[in-house]
């Protein structure tokens, strides 16, 4: 129970890690307040973590709109307390030569993967100030770090902006008491991942020191660990988890 009565805020709830994300942290003893722009996904969600015994809270809410996920918020305190954690997960991904990119596909990534990061920050951020207290994990990619593998460069530079603005943030923040840290998936089984052709599959297996792509659960584990005590002299940091592909 290594997050014993403490409220944390997942973004992107309903999706596969999202939901990794829900369910540890929950199984953990955080009351959760949980919201993503699927209605159907996030019923579902917490029709599920209600069948596991496992107690939650959310609604729908767009966390590329600041007022929006102010609200989400706001609810979310008076429902459960102060807000104690944020896992901003939501995000998107999506292949598209670069050559034939348009300025709205990259307003679209950014948006997606890099606004909403902010937009959750800037939500939460007032109330753990005056309390003097937080920790906030966005949400990297390894294709943030090292550029994408497949054609992918706005997604890669969006999460490359995650990560200059969690490195900054913390900068600002983590003065004040609030800690700020990203966590950098690989390979992961996921939807994303499970698109891709049998080719980019094995290779993204070879990648990996373990010959196998992640689960959605190494990823939660991950998140645990940022949110729980044991990391309360880490911030600004980019937890890499991916089985050592980037060695």
């Known amino acids: 129970m290594r997050l014993e009565n403490r409220v944390v805020a997942v973004s992107g709830a309903a999706g596969t890690i999202g939901r990794a994300v829900c369910f540890l942290l929950a199984e953990h003893g955080a009351r959760i307040a949980v919201t993503d722009v699927s209605e159907d996904g996030l019923s579902a969600l917490l029709k599920d973590l209600a069948g596991a015994g496992l107690t939650a809270w959310g609604r729908p809410a767009d966390a590329t709109r600041l007022e929006a996920f102010t609200a989400f918020t ?17 995000g998107t991904f999506r292949i598209a030569d670069f050559a034939e990119s348009s300025p709205a596909d990259w307003t679209a990534m950014i948006s997606s993967n890099l606004l909403t990061a902010m937009v959750a920050c800037r939500a939460v951020l007032p109330g753990m100030l005056a309390r003097r207290a937080g920790s906030i994990v966005t949400f990297a990619s390894t294709a943030g770090e090292y550029g994408s593998i497949r054609p992918a460069a706005a997604y890669a530079a969006a999460k490359g902006g995650v990560i200059a603005f969690t490195k900054s943030l913390a900068r600002e923040v983590s003065p004040l008491g609030v800690r700020v840290n990203a966590i950098s998936p690989g390979p992961i089984n996921t939807p994303a991942l499970q698109a891709a052709s049998p080719g980019q599959r094995a290779e993204a297996d070879a990648r990996t020191l373990f010959g196998r792509i992640g689960e959605p659960r190494d990823i939660a584990d991950g998140v645990l660990y940022l949110l729980s005590a044991e990391s309360a002299f880490v911030t600004g940091t980019v937890l890499q988890v991916n089985g050592g592909s980037l060695l």
């Open 74 to 90: 706001a609810d979310a305190a008076a429902e459960l307390g102060p807000v104690d954690g944020l896992v901003s997960v939501a």
